[in-house]
């Protein structure tokens, strides 16, 4: 690419189903010019996450995603210029850089991140995926040793973490994926207890099977049919960590919610909470310790998908979406 | 009645739908001997809950109520004779003493009560109604000074304590229920600063207009529409106590649970927690106390809706399940 040339992956149309490479296109901007208080970062792998499909539909966490503007999504960049204080040339950022090769961002929405090898770690166990997977079990699900931890998208970049944090605390850990490789890659590679294959049996049985004492934590990834299953599953006093809802992102917004609702929540009297990584951000700090105590112990693997090419972001994301990954994945820009 | 015999009220058939009298039978049993253990009770007033009609449809936080037996309910008794260390003749308790005269109860599952006047109140607010609306609010719920709680069945034996207690906490109180009458009764009456009449004007708007702050704490009740109706309308970081489901009782199951569930949970940070009164009763007596002096204080008034006749149980219950009481419900036997 020419350095003077800005390529950027416009959002054109949102999507009212499925998630198309029609709904973007790419286009070649201007390098922006940092104002006071920005820096002009060049970025280098942009994170792939399912709630960038959430974004589309509407306000979440933060404001919806508007057609004809730059696809937001969270990169790892290197500043090249600075307007800011406290950011200098070749700095290493994270922040909401969007699909692009430029960006120029108020240093308040950027935060500097050490300069580790490699540096995909930064989007994967590092960040966010990682940060997640800590305090939504953790922080939220609370399991105590000897107790099952159930968890959904368990080969993607969260769920993977989730598991093996659940079996460093002595849980028995049964992981909920598409596919046998997958399920047997959770098991033989990562070191949990069972696996069910949502896509070759039924997940009510299957699970039966696999969390023969019921479950004490489900770390919910995808809502849906699955939590529904999970629900009548769950043990008195059992926690529902509610991380995401895969199942209802790519497509018209779901008819009805999961059965069950709030009765089991009775009777069972569980808890179930919703969370979002940065309302735990206070306690960072710790989290990174203990993420980086185990990854250099062995205890906890961590598995990236990194995909060549900023004109693939499209198709990166409508393949994660359709869970075609394993491990965080992300786009080498 | 004959002191020779006791009068019985049999479930004969499980209800499939709506709960009718002919699924009840009256019939003149034999009036026990208490075993070793036991104490042979006299009953005084049975408690008509809509969780009477849930024990039907399959076991909840108890063993299911089975067809061609006595129907099981909690009541306030007098013991007649005993078998057992701790109860003697003329003593008061509560238990499950089912819809009878008599009953011979192992002493394990009768609590001595005190003999207070009315003894009415035994089984409104200082029975388990007063205890579900003070720990469900208190422990589940923890509202703030100064946030909205809504509450829905808002005008039966828990809600009208819930939103009482509430206003003493300092909230903003609306309630939801069915009727103006009833609507009337909680603000001019009750003290709610405001009702909104599920039967008469679309909830989610008039929810909107009464609760402009959005929702910190919904106790729900109810389950179904009005929940989700609720969801929607809750501010980041809410609480749902989660305390029955009176929609979803009387017929068959619910086909699906509300919609926004799980999404609107982890987008909103909610927490959804169930509970069981007796989750909470190392906690009793500084319930007690408080229930007690703030009745005393004038500031939780006691409605009471008391039926004369053994006879008449079956139609108190349907009654009540489709919402024809004003506080709590009870038979006079």
Do not use: W
């Given at each position: 690419m020419s350095a003077s040339v800005n390529r950027q992956i416009l959002l054109v149309e949102k999507p009212t189903g499925k998630l198309a490479k029609s709904n973007f296109k790419m286009t070649d901007g201007k390098i922006p010019e940092p104002k006071d208080g920005?820096?002009?970062?060049?970025?280098?792998?942009?994170?792939?996450?399912?709630?960038?499909?959430a974004w589309m539909q509407g306000a979440t966490y933060r404001a919806a995603v508007e057609a004809n503007t730059v696809m937001a999504g969270g990169g790892v960049a290197e500043v090249v210029s600075s307007k800011a204080p406290g950011l200098k040339e070749g700095d290493l950022v994270f922040g909401d850089t969007g699909w692009q090769d430029y960006a120029a961002?108020?240093?308040?929405?950027?935060?500097?991140v050490p300069k580790i090898e490699p540096m995909t770690h930064l989007l994967s166990v590092y960040g966010i995926a990682g940060l997640t997977a800590y305090f939504g079990l953790l922080n939220v699900g609370k399991p105590k040793e000897g107790e099952?931890?159930?968890?959904?998208?368990?080969?993607?970049?969260?769920?993977?973490?989730v598991g093996q944090i659940a079996k460093i605390k002595g849980c028995h850990v049964v992981g909920i994926a598409g596919g046998k490789d997958k399920c047997a890659w959770l098991v033989k590679?990562?070191?949990?207890?069972?696996?069910?294959?949502?896509?070759?049996?039924?997940?009510?049985?299957?699970?039966?099977?696999?969390?023969?004492?019921?479950?004490?934590?489900?770390?919910?990834?995808?809502?849906?049919?699955?939590?529904?299953?999970?629900?009548?599953?769950?043990?008195?006093r059992g926690r529902i960590s509610c991380c995401g809802?895969?199942?209802?992102?790519?497509?018209?917004?779901?008819?009805a919610g999961p059965r069950g609702i709030p009765g089991l929540i009775v009777v069972k009297r569980l808890i179930m909470q919703g969370f979002i990584v940065t309302d735990f951000y206070d306690q960072r700090e710790q989290a990174m310790a203990d993420l980086q105590s185990w990854v250099k112990a062995g205890k906890l693997k961590v598995q990236?998908?990194?995909?060549?090419g900023l004109e693939n972001t499209p198709q990166a994301l409508i393949g994660l979406l359709a869970g075609e990954n394993r491990g965080k994945r992300m786009v080498k820009v």
């Open positions: 920005e820096a002009l970062v060049r970025v280098k792998y942009i994170s792939l996450d399912a709630a960038n499909r961002v108020n240093a308040k929405h950027l935060v500097k099952t931890v159930v968890v959904s998208a368990a080969a993607g970049s969260v769920g993977s973490i590679d990562l070191g949990f207890d069972a696996a069910v294959d949502y896509k070759s049996e039924p997940v009510f049985k299957a699970l039966k099977a696999a969390a023969p004492n019921g479950i004490d934590v489900y770390f919910d990834n995808v809502g849906g049919d699955i939590l529904e299953a999970c629900l009548s599953q769950m043990n008195n809802a895969i199942s209802a992102y790519d497509g018209a917004a779901p008819a990236e998908d990194v995909i060549s």
